[in-house]
């Protein structure tokens, strides 16, 4: 079993910046993808970037090119998620997600955390 707990969100002005962590718990794959995906209201839930739980591989969607970043700290099992000049369009709970796989045109992932809220201000 894998346990995800998100920290880092807030409310940010508009091209602020905001840097996202994922603890990880319990047994995670040597060739598990971790990742972070956000869901805005109304909307559904969507993917923003992943790696390789212990190779250097990153993926990002593409419209977050350039503004997010992934990164992990191995040693404390954690994954962040930098994001820089926010936009209102980017408020939205991020979720992190571990064994993250594309499968039929989707992203999908086999655990969860419980999500964390980013509000941009304009």
């Known amino acids: 079993q894998v346990q995800l707990v998100e920290s880092g969100g807030g409310l940010v002005q508009a091209g602020g910046s905001l840097r996202l962590s994922c603890a990880a718990s319990?047994?995670?794959?040597?060739?598990?993808?971790i990742g972070w995906f956000r869901q805005a209201p109304g909307k559904e839930r969507e993917f923003v970037a992943a790696?390789?739980?212990?190779?250097?591989?990153?993926y990002y969607e593409d419209s977050n090119k350039g503004r997010f970043t992934i990164s992990r700290d191995s040693p404390k099992r954690t994954v962040f998620l930098q994001i820089s000049n926010l936009k209102s369009e980017d408020t939205a709970v991020y979720y992190c997600?571990?064994?993250?796989?594309?499968?039929?045109?989707?992203?999908?992932?086999?655990?969860w955390g419980q999500g964390t809220q980013v509000t941009v201000s304009s």
């Open positions: 319990g047994s995670i794959s040597s060739d598990s993808i």
């Open positions: 997600a571990a064994n993250v796989r594309y499968s039929s045109k989707l992203y999908v992932a086999d655990y």
């Open positions: 790696m390789s739980w212990t190779g250097g591989d990153t």
